[in-house]
């Protein structure tokens, strides 16, 4: 066992009672983390506690390795990176891939114990301090290689070191809320207070403050010059930004704080970044926030739409669809691709972790899954996920809690919630409901009506010539036909009443005047009725137009004595020189209605059928610029 002693920062090697000096170890680079060697939390409902560090530093700044002890004896290590936190546990040698530094490529499948983990990130760090107890020797300034994997689930890293043999280590990410961590530094998770570091710009000479430890990047607020500050010599990586002297100050200045996830974030960064698509140029403004607990976030701010944004460590799971694009698994929701693209960096300001350039360039692909996003975001050897969700001026104002002058929102964002969906929804479960009422209502018509036939006759059209050509069927050689019934009862009180006519015709029409007399109360209800029968052959082909049955239908009849009047006309066409024309005539009293309660449902469908048209407009336009636009 190692141990590096906190006093003189010798190196001590234990093996049983004798311990040997192996010099002194590198000191560390002073960061913000919460953690320290006798902190202590719980993994998965096992207690551990914090025994040694390791500290590397890498392009985009330090990270520590905490090396824990498990109550039952097992170690670990906890991975603590820009505010990212991993448990992982060094795996069996017979688990390492027997593949070649070289081989290894972004997005590259790799089997890892019965699973396949994707390659997203590959690198290279060297070895700073320790600090603590360690498993084994540090040779401080070393330089690793680290290639990282993982899937929905799994995270692995693999290490190499010299000519030997990579190191696997398999684990999981973990947020830091669920560690339950205790014994921790003595600063305020709601914003660790770090000392800032004063710079002098080597192009202009004005003095500048940094906020955040161990940056690689910052501008230079007087003359716009970007700078390498990850050394002590600062270098000039710009030396003017015309864009940014434009620009004037960003719509989140710089050091303003927000509150999101119940934690004040300080706004360290600035980007604009830009694509072009269709031959026009698509800008954006991204701003870096910062929490010392909870590491970076991103607030993504595109034709006035806000996200916030979080970074994944997981890589979700993408399943092919060769229609529209892959979909993405992530939290058990299935995201859509929206659209692959190459972003540009166009504007530079404030503090970054990593060294930002004009003109750095990376392909992203969005996935949707409205309110949320899923980013991916691919840069030379490293591929980012990263995880937004909506959010409205109002919510940005509010978490700010400053007056800011926000760009009014333009068309609409990928994944801004449709604001049709909740109602289509709620109209639909409340026309389902009183659909369901109107039919237990309609249905207990029809079970109490006595559907009675009163009144029933055939009634021929002789051949009686008529020579009226006022009225407005005047047609040549017309002949008529009055029928005229003995009287008949009507017994339920107020209900409704209907008049079936059917005709035995042949090319030919009959048109009828209904009267329903009533003998007792002088009620007259008429109504006028035409029935027609044609057929043929057309080019060889039998056609027939049959509207040869009608209904009259009266409603609210009372009860009483009636007599029914019929005046039938007809051509005089077809066999009706030989045995005339017949039309058969049927009185149905209490008989249910249906037509009433389809204009209720048709009446009840039209509240979801607007807004089902609305929500469908509104993702017709989400989707208009994306790669997949909606046809129709």
């Avoid at 607990?293 to 034709?303: A, D, H, I, P, T």
């Avoid at 990593?354 to 691919?378: H, M, N, R």
């Amino acid at each position: 066992m190692l141990v590096i002693c906190e006093h003189c920062r010798s190196t001590l090697l234990r093996q049983d009672q004798d311990v040997e000096n192996l010099g002194k170890m590198a000191e560390l680079l002073p960061d913000n983390t919460l953690l320290q060697i006798g902190s202590s939390g719980y993994h998965l409902q096992a207690h551990f506690s914090v025994i040694g560090r390791v500290q590397f530093q890498h392009a985009c700044g330090v990270w520590n390795e905490w090396h824990v002890l498990f109550d039952s004896g097992k170690t670990g290590w906890l991975s603590e990176s820009s505010g990212a936190y991993i448990m992982s546990f060094e795996a069996d040698k017979s688990a390492v891939p027997d593949l070649p530094l070289s081989r290894y490529q972004p997005e590259l499948s790799v089997p890892i114990q019965g699973k396949r983990l994707t390659v997203t990130r590959i690198e290279q760090a060297d070895c700073i301090a320790g600090q603590g107890e360690l498993p084994k020797a540090l040779i401080t300034g070393k330089t690793s290689h680290f290639v990282e994997l993982s899937d929905a689930q799994t995270y692995a890293t693999l290490e190499f070191s010299g000519e030997q043999a990579p190191t696997l280590f398999i684990g999981m990410p973990v947020a830091l809320e669920h560690l339950h961590l205790a014994h921790l530094r003595d600063m305020e998770m709601a914003g660790i207070k770090t000392p800032t570091r004063q710079l002098q710009c080597p192009q202009c000479g004005g003095s500048l403050s940094i906020r955040l430890q161990n940056i690689q990047t910052v501008t230079c607020p007087h003359c716009t010059a970007v700078l390498d500050a990850g050394h002590s010599q600062v270098a000039t990586l710009l030396k003017y930004q015309k864009k940014l002297k434009l620009l004037g100050s960003p719509t989140l200045p710089l050091g303003s704080v927000g509150h999101f996830e119940q934690a004040a974030f300080t706004v360290t960064g600035y980007l604009q970044r830009s694509t072009r698509a269709y031959g026009t140029l698509f800008s954006w403004e991204e701003y870096l926030l910062h929490h010392s607990g909870y590491g970076f976030r991103w607030l993504v701010c595109s034709q006035g739409h806000w996200n916030i944004l979080k970074p994944l460590l997981n890589a979700p799971k993408l399943n092919a669809r060769y229609s529209r694009g892959p979909e993405a698994l992530h939290a058990g929701n299935t995201y859509q691709h929206f659209a692959k693209y190459k972003s540009k960096v166009e504007i530079v300001a404030g503090e970054f972790y990593w060294q930002v350039q004009l003109g750095d360039t990376a392909t992203i692909e969005d996935f949707i899954a409205p309110p949320y996003l899923l980013s991916k975001e691919l840069q030379g050897k490293e591929i980012n996920w990263s995880q937004g969700e909506y959010l409205t001026p109002e919510q940005v104002a509010s978490a700010f809690k400053t007056p800011l002058n926000l760009p009014k929102t333009q068309g609409v964002f990928a994944n801004q919630p449709n604001p049709y969906g909740q109602s289509v929804s709620a109209w639909r479960n409340a026309t389902l409901l009183f659909m369901v009422a109107a039919i237990f209502i309609q249905l207990e018509f029809v079970m109490h009506a006595r559907q009675q036939v009163v009144f029933s006759t055939s009634m021929q059209i002789a051949n009686n010539p008529s020579d009226d050509w006022s009225g407005s069927y005047g047609r040549y050689n017309t002949v008529t036909s009055e029928v005229e019934s003995d009287p008949f009862y009507i017994f339920p009180t107020k209900q409704n009443v209907i008049i079936e006519l059917d005709g035995a015709l042949s090319n030919s029409w009959l048109y009828s005047t209904v009267r329903l007399i009533g003998l007792e109360s002088g009620l007259t209800y008429s109504a006028n009725r035409e029935i027609s029968d044609y057929s043929g052959y057309d080019g060889g082909e039998y056609w027939r137009e049959n509207d040869s049955h009608a209904e009259i239908i009266f409603s609210a009849v009372p009860k009483g004595k009636y007599q029914l009047q019929i005046e039938a006309e007809s051509d005089g066409s077809g066999d009706i020189q030989t045995r005339g024309k017949f039309q058969s005539v049927r009185i149905i009293s209490d008989v249910p209605l249906w037509g009433n309660f389809w204009t209720l449902v048709i009446f009840l469908l039209i509240g979801p059928a607007l807004f089902y048209h609305y929500r469908t407009q509104f993702e017709h336009r989400r989707w208009a610029d994306s790669d997949h636009p909606l046809n129709g």
